[in-house]
């Protein structure tokens, strides 16, 4: 196994960790509300519309913070080596999975286990090892 050390970057990792641990921190100590990326969108998505402010900020936040990057000359940028047919089949069985899950990775990866949710602990451990699958698949099993 070989690491790209210019894209080995563990100190801008774990800033990364230390402000998305610290920003659901705040999320649920001061809003009473669950990071989770799906259920925040969710919110937006569902009658009636409840809480619209705060979701309306989290998410441009997130869609805001690459660009505010980019703009600053630390573009994200992302080489994904697949069509947009599979980009489109992967998103919907993405938000199927986080649907049946009752929440995405963000949700309980990082809230749930935080707040000691054996259900998030479950359902990271199974997102997890469909990475693993997943991987080892694409490289050793399907002959490209």
Same mark, same amino acid.
């Given at each position: @196994?070989?690491? #790209? +050390? ?5 100190? *801008?990792?774990? !800033? /990364?960790?230390?402000?998305? $641990?610290?920003?659901?921190? %705040? ?11 799906? &259920?925040?969108? &969710?919110? *937006? +998505?569902?009658?009636? =519309?409840? #809480? @619209?402010?705060?979701? %309306?900020?989290?998410?441009? $936040? *997130? %869609? /805001? ?5 980019? +703009?600053?000359g630390h573009p994200a940028i992302a080489d994904i080596d697949a069509g947009w047919g599979q980009i489109l089949a992967a998103g919907f069985l993405v938000g199927m999975g986080t649907r049946y899950a009752s929440g995405c990775t963000s949700g309980h990866g990082?809230? $749930?286990?935080? =707040? ?5 602990? %479950? !359902?990271?451990?199974?997102? @997890?090892?469909? /990475? ?13």
């Amino acid at each position: @196994m070989l690491i #790209d +050390l210019a894209s080995f970057t563990p100190g *801008l990792s774990l !800033a /990364g960790g230390l402000v998305i $641990g610290g920003a659901a921190a %705040v999320l649920v100590l001061f809003n009473g509300r669950i990071a989770g990326i799906s &259920g925040i969108l &969710g919110g *937006l +998505l569902s009658l009636p =519309r409840r #809480d @619209m402010a705060w979701r %309306v900020a989290f998410l441009a $936040g *997130l %869609v /805001g913070a690459p660009m505010l990057a980019s +703009l600053l000359g630390h573009p994200a940028i992302a080489d994904i080596d697949a069509g947009w047919g599979q980009i489109l089949a992967a998103g919907f069985l993405v938000g199927m999975g986080t649907r049946y899950a009752s929440g995405c990775t963000s949700g309980h990866g990082v809230c $749930g286990i935080s =707040r000691g949710s054996i259900r998030s602990l %479950v !359902a990271t451990a199974t997102f @997890m090892a469909a /990475g693993f699958v997943t991987v080892f698949v694409q490289r050793h099993l399907s002959g490209g």
